[in-house]
């Protein structure tokens, strides 16, 4: 049982005026009153135990940029949450901290969050919570590259927040589905489904995301010959990161400018860029603004140049398993005359993640794609996802040339990788015996 010290502290009532007039200051863009109040709220309820007063704690730290701290007090959150039983407020606590560890840059950390929070809205029916979490596993989905999932999360997320006015959940699918398209060269479309994002207003994107959107759409904009939206946003963008409210802002503000840039200044600001995005740890973006930038060294006919930066991006996504843009990364280099791997042997092995490993080994032993999604509990269109990502990397056409380039599984026979892919296919086996 909660004390009722933990649900009523005598300090409640200053800290909800605080946090209520730094979140009406923050959203008015009066900063300088802002600071001060949300700066109370993070210390007075980020240092109770009661789970809801460290959800607001968390909420004043995001409002201020801290997503560290905010990532922190969410996960103080979810364990007083969880050690007093709190089934119902389970949900909404890793609704929090899923968003806040995405916010953070830490996308394994916030799917994994995510997925536990979808588990435990289901017996507890909050549907408005489970759109949350699936809008954050589309967008780190759209982070690995991985578009049938960012399809099928982004698609259930808005199923529900758009008949129930989730506008967060909304803003969040749309941006997943828009840096999807980017990812695979659909530029006019994702900035035509940006454009209500970053719109001010109450019909335009959420309040708290708006800003965090601008730098997808001025590269979408850009790309697609909307410069002067392009400009007229990251106009407001620069704006806005002089506030000081998100770490990678100076280094993204500085990758629009680089993209609006004419001549040579683009150099300039795309150096600018990877300076700004070593101090603030998010490597993703580092990644996309070194690929930019080789893009843009190519196309300015200087190959030698162009190969470092597009090694090193190419190199991030394969850490990041963002297939995706690992492939784009791959034939930028390829284009400048680089060496890009896929030399169809085992060498190239050790460059899978272990989930394409796994799947790569179940398809060299003749298993199909609906059993592997079923013994994977994958969806059929990810597992072919993974398998053509698994092709590119090692320089092969089908999976008939798996069992030649499969590396051994590091697990004795008899464990997870030898038994599981026969006993696939001899369950496929005994299922045509018995419909024969």
Request: with cysteine; glycine share 10%; net charge positive.
């Amino acid at each position: 049982m909660t004390s009722p010290r933990a649900w009523r502290p005598s300090n409640a009532g200053g800290t909800e005026r605080d946090f209520l007039d730094g979140l009406g200051a923050a959203l008015t863009v009066r900063l300088g009153e802002a600071r001060p109040a949300l700066a109370r709220v993070v210390a007075r309820d980020g240092a109770e135990d009661d789970p809801r007063l460290l959800l607001r704690a968390g909420s004043a730290a995001l409002v201020l940029g801290d997503t560290a701290a905010a990532a922190r007090i969410h996960a103080r959150a979810l364990a007083r949450a969880r050690a007093e039983h709190r089934t119902a407020l389970l949900p909404r606590v890793l609704e929090h901290l899923a968003y806040a560890e995405l916010r953070a840059g830490r996308y394994s950390r916030a799917a994994r969050t995510a997925r536990e929070g979808l588990r435990a809205a289901e017996p507890v029916e909050q549907p408005n919570t489970a759109a949350h979490q699936h809008a954050v596993l589309a967008l780190v989905a759209s982070v690995t590259g991985d578009g049938p999932a960012v399809a099928e999360h982004a698609g259930l997320a808005l199923g529900t927040a758009r008949p129930h006015g989730l506008v967060q959940a909304a803003t969040l699918a749309e941006w997943a589905l828009a840096r999807d398209e980017l990812g695979r060269g659909l530029a006019a479309q994702a900035a035509a489904r940006l454009v209500p994002l970053v719109r001010p207003g109450p019909r335009g994107g959420h309040f708290a995301l708006r800003m965090l959107v601008v730098p997808c759409f001025v590269e979408a904009a850009v790309a697609s010959g909307r410069t002067a939206e392009a400009r007229s946003a990251a106009g407001e963008y620069a704006v806005w990161a002089a506030q000081g409210l998100d770490g990678p802002a100076p280094a993204l503000l500085a990758r629009c400018r680089a993209l609006l840039a004419q001549g040579e200044e683009a150099a300039y600001w795309f150096g600018e860029a990877v300076r700004r995005h070593d101090g603030c740890g998010n490597d993703f973006e580092r990644a996309r603004t070194l690929l930019a930038y080789g893009t843009w060294l190519r196309r300015r006919r200087r190959p030698g140049a162009a190969r470092e930066p597009l090694r090193d991006a190419l190199v991030t996504f394969e850490r990041a398993a963002a297939d995706g843009w690992a492939d784009h990364a791959r034939s930028e280099l390829r284009a400048t005359g680089g060496a890009v791997g896929g030399t169809a042997d085992r060498t190239a092995w050790g460059l899978l993640t272990p989930q394409q490993q796994r799947i790569a080994r179940f398809a060299a032993r003749g298993a199909t794609n609906r059993e592997i999604a079923d013994r994977l509990a994958l969806s059929p269109r990810t597992v072919d996802h993974h398998l053509r990502g698994v092709f590119a990397r090692l320089g092969i056409r089908s999976r008939v040339e798996l069992p030649g380039v499969a590396g051994p599984d590091p697990r004795a026979p008899g464990q997870d990788g030898g038994t599981e892919a026969k006993g696939l296919v001899s369950s496929r086996a005994r299922r045509s015996a018995g419909s024969s």
